[in-house]
């Protein structure tokens, strides 16, 4: 269904991994270096945090403080109540490509995605892993051989990660321990591609699962970052809603008074030389039916 957008932010450069936190929406804008809020109406513009090695991921402990991914130093940062800026996690070990997106647990522990190759540098596809980061910075690998594992949700102790480049979302069950157990696909758009070039890889993609959350009705928002839309999606893969954009989409969050708005990060690609000369980026909203659910 046609739905009316509003513009919450404009002249970003890419913001992407948005996060509704404390009545604000929270969001990363890779080449401002920045971490930023805002009000749900679009006011109170505020910097929350400089990265210079590049802000992705975001994500808050249970005693409030803030995680950011920073992707070109390879750490996790984490913003102490002074607004200092500290390592919270060496990731160089754990990654082949630059770490990425995140989800925090209630028990504070990070799932990080990392791109697996040299995206921007022209390199050929190549899977990655995932990363567990415990809330004392302990670091592991916990899964492999995914397909650029991208925006992931929790629910229910399942954690569901977009695989960016598979064609699909996959599924894990989330052990006490942390260890993840019953890998399965939670929903599958079509083939994984055989191509390792980027652009034939692209080609080849039904839906290109990037930034995501998950509603009341455990039905994922998905940005389909080559679909200029973001899609409501059941467990299986059957598309239910959408909203079109008109432009790249890379990333959603519900969240608002009620948590039925639903944010999109928007650009007119992701390519790193065009978006850090440009700031054609923008954050914009629509109202949907079902409330947000599950994390982030």
């Not at 409030?64 to 991914?69: D, E």
């Not at 290109?208 to 080559?226: F, H, N």
């Not at 999606?233 to 909203?243: A, N, S, T």
């Not at 000369?277 to 949907?288: D, F, H, S």
């Amino acid at each position: 269904m046609a739905r009316e957008l509003r513009t919450v932010v404009e002249d970003l450069h890419f913001s992407e991994c948005p996060r509704w936190h404390d009545d604000r929406l929270y969001f990363s804008d890779f080449y401002l270096q920045q971490v930023l809020s805002v009000a749900y109406d679009g006011s109170d513009l505020r910097r929350e945090a400089e990265v210079p090695g590049q802000p992705s991921g975001l994500g808050w402990l249970p005693d409030g403080r803030l995680l950011i991914v920073s992707q070109h130093d390879t750490r996790l940062l984490r913003r102490e109540t002074d607004g200092s800026l500290v390592t919270h996690a060496d990731l160089a070990d754990f990654v082949t490509g630059d770490p990425n997106d995140m989800v925090v647990d209630s028990e504070g522990r990070a799932w990080l995605g990392n791109f697996g190759f040299d995206l921007m540098g022209g390199a050929e596809l190549s899977t990655a892993t995932l990363t567990r980061v415990d809330p004392d910075g302990t670091t592991a690998t916990v899964a492999e051989d995914l397909h650029f594992p991208n925006g992931s949700v929790i629910l229910d102790g399942t954690l569901i990660v977009d695989e960016t480049f598979g064609n699909r979302t996959t599924a894990f069950d989330i052990a006490e321990d942390g260890t993840l157990t019953n890998r399965r696909v939670w929903a599958e758009f079509g083939a994984v591609p055989t191509a390792t070039d980027v652009g034939e890889a692209i080609a080849q993609l039904d839906v290109a699962p990037d930034g995501c959350c998950i509603d009341a009705e455990g039905l994922m928002w998905i940005a389909d970052a080559d679909g200029e839309r973001a899609i409501r999606v059941r467990e299986g893969g059957e598309i239910v809603d959408q909203v079109d954009t008109g432009t790249g989409t890379y990333a959603c969050m519900l969240g608002g008074p009620d948590g039925r708005t639903l944010f999109l990060c928007c650009a007119p690609d992701f390519l790193a030389h065009n978006r850090r000369a440009a700031k054609e980026g923008r954050i914009l909203a629509t109202e949907v039916e079902v409330a947000h659910g599950g994390l982030p």
